[in-house]
């Protein structure tokens, strides 16, 4: 609704594709570009996804943290964030510990941790795949935690009434995550949780009481 009042044409894809199937929101987005001289960034494979973050988050939590931070907890979806933050961080300091939070019915963790898995409807959006990103380097993750729709809802709604965090699905996610790394881990650790988006376009979907009835999360 908001990219409508805006202007933009929206192009619905359906989710329950593979990302071989030419109608796979991917595939779509490359069809559009070819047929309208458009650009498309393809932040998967796009290895400027992950310079952004070895530029630019890497430093800043570096900095802000004056080189104390010992966790590094954020989602993984494109992959660019957590591995280029995560490759200048280790580059400080190697024994910096990468964890990432994967949704529950996504392929990322069974990648990292070579299992088998099959991929699964899920309702947080952003974080996740049923393939493997070509941004995404496995080699700089330490650990994955799993989250479940539930978990990280709850978690979100919780944050915007007991913290003023107005949060997306994927924020509580990862704080969900990182509230399980942290109850293992000594109270002299310093662990930053990247929290990727915000509860803007979620009002009428888990920030809602009648949503969230409705889909069983209640």
């Known amino acids: 609704m908001m990219l409508r009042a805006y202007g933009a044409e ?14 796979h929101y991917i595939n779509v ?12 960034p393809n932040q998967y494979f796009n290895k400027a996804n992950i310079l952004a973050h070895y530029q630019t988050t890497g430093p800043e939590i570096w900095r802000d943290t004056t080189g104390k931070i010992t966790h590094l907890v954020a989602p993984v979806g494109t992959g660019g964030t957590i591995s280029g933050t995560a490759k200048f961080l280790k580059e400080q300091n190697p024994s910096i510990k990468v964890i990432g ?17 099959q991929v699964k409807p899920y309702k947080v959006e952003g974080p996740g795949e049923d393939f493997m990103p070509g941004a995404l380097d496995m080699g700089v993750i330490d ?4 989250v479940s ?8 709604r919780k944050l915007v009434k007991t913290e003023g965090i107005f949060a997306g699905g994927s924020s509580g996610m990862a704080v969900f995550g990182a509230l399980k790394i942290a109850k ?6 310093i662990v930053v949780v990247i929290l990727p988006d915000s509860g803007r376009s ?3 979907k888990f920030y809602s009481d009648i949503w969230m009835k409705e889909e069983g999360f209640v």
């Open 143 to 146: 650990e994955m935690v799993v």
């Open 184 to 189: 293992k881990l000594p109270k002299e650790a």
């Open 101 to 117: 939070v994967d949704p529950e019915g996504s392929l990322l963790h069974h990648y990292f941790y070579h299992t088998k898995g």
């Open 202 to 204: 979620y009002v009428s």
């Open 149 to 156: 729709d539930k978990q990280s809802f709850d978690m979100a």
């Open 29 to 40: 987005a490359k069809q559009i570009a070819k047929d309208k001289g458009g650009y498309f």
């Open 10 to 23: 929206v192009v619905r894809a359906p989710a329950d594709v593979g990302p071989d199937d030419p109608r």
